[in-house]
């Protein structure tokens, strides 16, 4: 897997077939680079949306891709032309030769006008006997410890800036007490003053795990 960060909760996954747009947040996002929206996007087969909330809804109707999400959030995007797919906790869809399953998070989700947007969620991204955790926004929940051991995540893409989600901390302990990963990626931070601004307490918090923090645009093979 390729794995680039766009700044904030945004990441860009090419696995399998497939080149996952997550949360994809461009306008008025303080740290991805002007000008770079169309290297960030090239190559997309879809979009994958965790929640509502316009700092990872909101740039979604403009990029021209199918988007797969939260039933009524989707019911959202198809009154403004999108082409998408609606699933809810639990579902798995196949996207070419990748299979995702939406699974729980703990946060709250509306569309950026205020509608229904359903309620937040997380993926378990899954090709070639791999799987990738991608939390969305969430604190720690008692659902990892199934989440973890059901489908047995290597690679975790973790919110962990605090404030809104649970921190370096936190997100640190959830990963050591749930989950048994090669590699942990955080995310959610770095976008404003009041989130953290380094994964230390992260990567010290998890001996023997690869985390990595690549910059926005950069991208990471694992």
Not at 138 to 155: Q, Y
Not at 175 to 202: C, M, W
Request: proline share 5%; net charge negative; hydrophobic share 40%.
């Amino acid at each position: 897997m390729d794995i680039t960060w766009l700044g904030h909760g945004s990441f860009r996954i090419a696995v399998g077939d497939q080149v996952l747009l997550i949360d994809p947040w461009f306008t008025g996002n303080p740290v991805f680079p002007e000008g770079r929206r169309d290297e960030a996007v090239a190559g997309a087969t879809h979009v994958l949306l965790t929640h509502g909330h316009g700092d990872h809804a909101g740039d979604a109707a403009t990029l021209g891709l199918p988007v797969a999400g939260m039933v009524e959030l989707m019911a959202w995007l198809d009154g403004q032309g999108c082409t998408t797919t609606g699933f809810n906790k639990g579902g798995t869809i196949r996207l070419g030769n990748v299979a995702v399953t939406m699974v729980n998070a703990v946060h709250s989700s509306t569309a950026p006008d205020g509608s229904n947007a359903g309620s937040e969620s997380g993926f378990m991204i899954e090709h070639g006997g791999r799987t990738l955790y991608f939390s969305g926004d969430t604190d720690i929940m008692a659902d990892m410890e199934w989440m973890g051991e059901l489908h047995r995540p290597e690679i975790g893409i973790l919110c962990a800036g605090g404030h809104y989600t649970m921190d370096m901390a936190r997100a640190a302990w959830a990963a050591k007490r749930y989950f048994d990963f090669k590699t942990v990626i955080p995310g959610h931070y770095r976008t404003f003053p009041l989130l953290e601004q380094s994964a230390d307490a992260l990567a010290a918090g998890l001996p023997g795990v690869a985390v990595l923090t690549p910059e926005v645009m950069e991208t990471v093979s694992v």
